[in-house]
């Protein structure tokens, strides 16, 4: 049995095997026959100012969503998220079955489990841009499909543990595999209390198409930590990892004070970038410094200031960043 199908028979034995565990067949029904649907709309829109040390200054849109929530009394749910600014547009086409807290089985185009920031909404990002280590190191990140890929997995809550294990095609959105492999990805999450998080993740996948000769492993790992304790608040990742003989990593550690509470939100951050350890020359770090002021539940204005420190190349690339988000 080749490794493709070994991976394909794991992951299809947990999915069927929660099923079954947790099916209605097995559970007390809590729902009448009739299941009610529910409908939810919901969208925001990001407009950014960039200012470049050596660069043209540029008014840009950055972000524009759409999406609708279709979801049943009997624990169906379909999520569909646009953005009319990108093409391909089709950002999320999730469907899922919440069987009971201990498993919900999604199946579509959705974020992979792996990374917290990554798994963070655009709209709820601390900074403007995500970190250089998250988007150069994470999978669905490093190949710009958004931090998504098409897949099946199965996520839930037990005590204090939360768990997602899913199987991707490992290409990307919008699009078919490129090969017969599978990719593996997994998150797992402690919480003592409520306001720390400890979390483990990691990605086994192939890239490179079927025709090519040569196909390579890709491995990631990732460690996070985050820890909230009155208006202060802490948290940060290590990604390693390789594909084929090149290793990397990267780490980033964030800070953010409430100035005012649900206000305005000071926040730092400090991004270290590896991403060929074979180099001794292309490593880098990002410094950001920023200021969050609270619109509405669902708006705010940002501004961020981007310190860019290269090993050897020395280049003008600072960049001073406004957004304004608009969402309902």
Not at 30 to 53: H, I, M, N, R
Not at 119 to 133: E, F, G, H, V, Y
Request: net charge positive.
């Amino acid at each position: 049995m080749k490794i493709a199908s070994k991976k394909a028979f794991l992951i299809g034995t947990i999915v069927s095997g929660a099923i079954l565990l947790f099916s209605p067949i097995f559970l007390p029904a809590e729902t009448p026959p009739g299941a009610k649907t529910s409908l939810q709309w919901s969208g925001y829109g990001q407009v950014q100012y960039d200012s470049f040390q050596e660069r043209t200054d540029t008014f840009r849109w950055r972000r524009a969503r759409l999406s609708l929530k279709a979801k049943t009394s009997n624990g169906l749910q379909l999520k569909i998220q646009i953005d009319p600014t990108r093409a391909p547009s089709l950002i999320d086409l999730d469907l899922s079955l919440a069987l009971s807290s201990l498993a919900v089985v999604h199946v579509g185009q959705f974020k992979v489990p792996f990374s917290l920031e990554n798994l963070t909404s655009s709209s709820r990002l601390d900074t403007i841009n995500r970190a250089r280590t998250v988007e150069l190191l994470c999978p669905g990140q490093d190949n710009k499909a958004k931090g998504r890929d098409i897949g099946i997995s199965v996520s839930g809550e037990w005590l204090k543990v939360k768990y997602s294990l899913g199987l991707f095609n490992g290409a990307g959105i919008n699009c078919k595999d490129d090969n017969d492999q599978k990719d593996i990805a997994g998150r797992f999450v402690f919480e003592p209390t409520s306001s720390l998080a400890l979390g483990y993740s990691f990605y086994r996948g192939t890239i490179g198409s079927s025709e090519e000769v040569f196909q390579e492993k890709k491995r990631r790992n990732d460690l996070e930590a985050q820890l909230r304790t009155g208006r202060f608040f802490v948290r940060g990742e290590w990604i390693w990892g390789s594909t084929g003989e090149k290793k990397a990593e990267g780490a980033y550690i964030l800070g953010g004070y409430e100035l005012v509470s649900d206000k305005a939100l000071f926040i730092f951050r400090l991004d270290k970038v590896d991403p060929d350890k074979s180099s001794p020359i292309d490593d880098f770090k990002v410094t950001t410094f920023g200021l969050t002021w609270f619109l509405g539940k669902k708006s705010k204005l940002q501004i961020n200031y981007e310190i860019h420190q290269e090993k050897e190349i020395k280049v003008d690339n600072n960049v001073f960043l406004t957004q304004l988000q608009i969402g309902f």
